[in-house]
T-cell receptor, first 113, second 115 residues
Framework: GNSVTQMEGPVTLSEEAFLTINCTYT??????LFWYVQYPGEGLQLLLK?????DKGSNKGFEATYRKETTSFHLEKGSVQVSDSAVYFC????????????FGGGTRLMVKP | EAQVTQNPRYLITVTGKKLTVTCSQN?????MSWYRQDPGLGLRQIYY???????DKGDVPEGYKVSRKEKRNFPLILESPSPNQTSLYFC??????????????FGPGTRLTVL
């Protein structure tokens, strides 16, 4: 089956630190990959996506590169802000499966001033 | 404003007392789905609907029912709730799921506690 594995949190960083949240996946076909973000008290929002190998998704200073050879999609940001504090979810969908998402367990990020 | 709304946002109930969580979207989306979020497990899909009167099971459908009588509404029904259904529930909607992925828009969540 399909699965997504993320590093467990919480991840606690100081403002302006470099962020990496690891994500690896297994899939029975060729997946599209996503990062979703959940701010406190809110629903999930799509942060970025990549649909094929070597694609780089980027948004709001966050980046992730689709690495087929290592089945990974690690999330990075060069300089985090307090406002980035949230829970981050890695997810995949198979390209022939419509909108059925498989999520990782989520990683809570806490950024301190 | 384009949005997905859920009601109630918080609910505490007792085992066996039937409840319904409503979900409504104003974006004319064909696809709607329900997820539950549990610590360390991420989001798992309960049921989804491709269009009016078309529903199907997700990964964890046991103990839940849904209906899709109107395009904008997709209520989640727990006929006889049990404590293991204590969770955070999200409704989501998107344009029709064709050959590729269409971004899903999520509601704010409903926190359910079953005593």
């Amino acid at each position: 089956g399909n699965s997504v594995t993320q590093m467990e949190g919480p991840v606690t960083l100081s403002e302006e630190a470099f962020l990496t949240i690891n994500c690896t996946y297994t899939a029975t076909g060729y997946p599209s990959l996503f990062w979703y973000v959940q701010y406190p008290g809110e629903g999930l929002q799509l942060l970025l996506k990549a649909t094929k190998a070597d694609d780089k998704g980027s948004n709001k200073g966050f980046e992730a590169t689709y690495r087929k050879e290592t089945t990974s999609f690690h999330l990075e940001k060069g300089s985090v802000q307090v406002s980035d504090s949230a829970v981050y979810f890695c997810a995949l969908t198979l390209n022939n499966a419509g909108n059925m998402l498989t999520f990782g367990g989520g990683t809570r990020l806490m950024v301190k001033p | 404003e384009a949005q997905v709304t859920q009601n109630p946002r918080y609910l505490i109930t007792v085992t066996g007392k039937k409840l319904t969580v409503t979900c409504s979207q104003n974006m004319n989306h064909e696809y709607m789905s329900w997820y539950r979020q549990d610590p360390g497990l991420g989001l798992r899909q309960i049921y989804y609907s491709m269009n009016v009167e078309v529903t199907d099971k997700g990964d964890v459908p046991e103990g839940y029912k849904v209906s899709r009588k109107e395009k904008r509404n997709f209520p989640l029904i727990l006929e006889s709730p049990s404590p293991n259904q204590t969770s955070l529930y999200f409704c989501a909607s998107s344009l029709a799921a064709g050959g590729g992925y269409n971004e899903q828009f999520f509601g704010p969540g409903t926190r359910l506690t079953v005593l």
